[in-house]
C-alpha cells in the first residue's frame, strides 16, 4: 500500500510525520498541554515518558508509516509545535479516521479544523479511500464541533470503553464520503 504523505501544507499550518529529532519538541508540547489533555487522551497516562521511550514510539509510528499503514503528523506554525493528528486504518480498508490535540495555548484558533478539512480532502484523494471517520466521546463538545461545522454526517452513538477521566463511554460517530465532501467551509 503507498504510504501517506510525511508533509501537508494547510493554510496556516504544516503538518510533518514525527521524527527522532522532534523528541525535545513534542515532549515540551505535551509537558505544557498535560492538564488540558488528560480528560480526553489516554495517551496521558504514559506521560511523563522518557527521551528514549519517546524514540521508540516515534520509532514504531515510522515503521507502521513505511508499511503504508497509520501516520501520526505534528502539527506546526513556523517551528512552533501547535499539536498532533494522525490518519488512522481504524474503520476498514475504505475508511480513513482523523484524530487529533491541539497544545492548551493555541485551542479555539480553528487549527483542528483547518487540519481535519485538510486531512479528509487527502485521504478522500487515496486510492481506495471513499470515507473519513472522526469519532469522539460524547461529552467532548470541542471535538465535536470539528467534524459538525465541517459538515460530516452523524453515524450516531455507541456504547464505548471510558479511556480517559472526562469522557463518559458514550462514542459519538461522524462521516463524510466523497460525494458528501464538499470542502471546508467558505473561511474554514
Ligand atoms: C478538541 C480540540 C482538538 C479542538 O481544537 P481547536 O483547535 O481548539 O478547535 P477549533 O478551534 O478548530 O474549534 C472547533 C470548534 O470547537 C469549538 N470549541 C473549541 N474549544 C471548545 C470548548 N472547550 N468547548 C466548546 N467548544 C469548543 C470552537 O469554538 C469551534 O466551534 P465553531 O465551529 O462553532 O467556531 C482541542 O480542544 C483539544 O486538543 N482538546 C483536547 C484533546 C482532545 O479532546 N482531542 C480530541 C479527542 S476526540
Known amino acids: 500500500m503507498p504510504v501517506l504523505p510525511e508533509l501537508v501544507v494547510c493554510h496556516r499550518l504544516t503538518l510533518r510525520r514525527w521524527v527522532r529529532d522532534d523528541v525535545a ?23 511523563p515518558m522518557s527521551d528514549d521511550d ?26 512552533t509545535v501547535v499539536g498532533g493528528c494522525g490518519l488512522h486504518h481504524r474503520g476498514g ?3 480513513l479516521e ?3 490535540w491541539v497544545h492548551v495555548d493555541h485551542v479555539r484558533c480553528g487549527y483542528a ?15 481506495g479511500i471513499t470515507r473519513v471517520e472522526i469519532h469522539h466521546d460524547a461529552a467532548n463538545r470541542a471535538s465535536r464541533r470539528v467534524p459538525e461545522a465541517l459538515g460530516f454526517q452523524f453515524d450516531g452513538e455507541q456504547p464505548d470503553e ?13 462521516s463524510t464520503t466523497a460525494s458528501t465532501w464538499s470542502g471546508p467551509p467558505v473561511g474554514g
Not at 113 to 127: D, F, I, K, Q, Y
Open 25 to 47: 519538541m513534542l515532549r515540551t508540547a505535551i509537558e505544557q498541554s498535560a492538564e488540558h489533555l488528560r480528560p480526553w487522551m489516554p495517551f496521558i497516562n504514559h506521560e
Open 54 to 79: 519517546r524514540t521508540a514510539l516515534i520509532d514504531g509510528w515510522e515503521r507502521d508509516w513505511r508499511r503504508g499503514g497509520d501516520i501520526v503528523y505534528g502539527m506546526f506554525a513556523d517551528d
Open 93 to 95: 480498508p475504505d475508511t
Open 98 to 100: 482523523i484524530g487529533y
Open 113 to 127: 479544523r483547518e487540519v481535519a478539512a485538510r486531512l479528509t480532502t487527502l485521504a478522500l484523494g487515496r486510492p
Open 162 to 174: 471510558r479511556v480517559a477521566p472526562a469522557e463518559i463511554g458514550v462514542d459519538v460517530g461522524w
